[in-house]
Nanobody, 126 residues
């Protein structure tokens, strides 16, 4: 079993920055892949960024490339999402997720995540 707890959401103006954190516990195998997803009201959930925790291969959605950075601190069992140059369209509830498997060479993709946190709200004002 895996437990994920997000923190760090909030409200900032466009152009600002936020860093989301996800404290993880439980099976290391079951969280070989970890990622950040978001869902805005009336929209489908979107995979924002994922990382293979062994190879550190990452994936970013086109909409956040160059602005967001996913990373993990293995000593703290924590996943991060550094978000810079925030835009109003980044407003959403952000979720941390995990799954086993993935590929050290190809990465983790955005499908098949079976462990989820409760979400943290990010609101960007123009």
């Amino acid at each position: 079993q895996v437990q994920l707890v997000e923190s760090g959401g909030g409200s900032v103006q466009a152009g600002g920055s936020l860093r989301l954190s996800c404290a993880a516990s439980g099976s290391t195998y079951s969280r070989r892949c970890m990622g950040w997803f978001r869902q805005a009201p009336g929209k489908e959930r979107e995979g924002v960024a994922t990382i293979h925790t062994s190879s550190l291969r990452t994936y970013y959605a086109d909409s956040v490339k160059g602005r967001f950075t996913i990373s993990r601190d293995i000593t703290k069992n924590t996943l991060y999402l550094q978000m810079n140059s925030l835009k109003p369209e980044d407003t959403a509830t952000y979720f941390c997720a995990a799954k086993p498997g993935g590929s050290e060479y190809l990465g983790c993709g955005v499908d098949g995540y079976n462990y989820w946190g409760q979400g943290t709200q990010v609101t960007i004002s123009s």
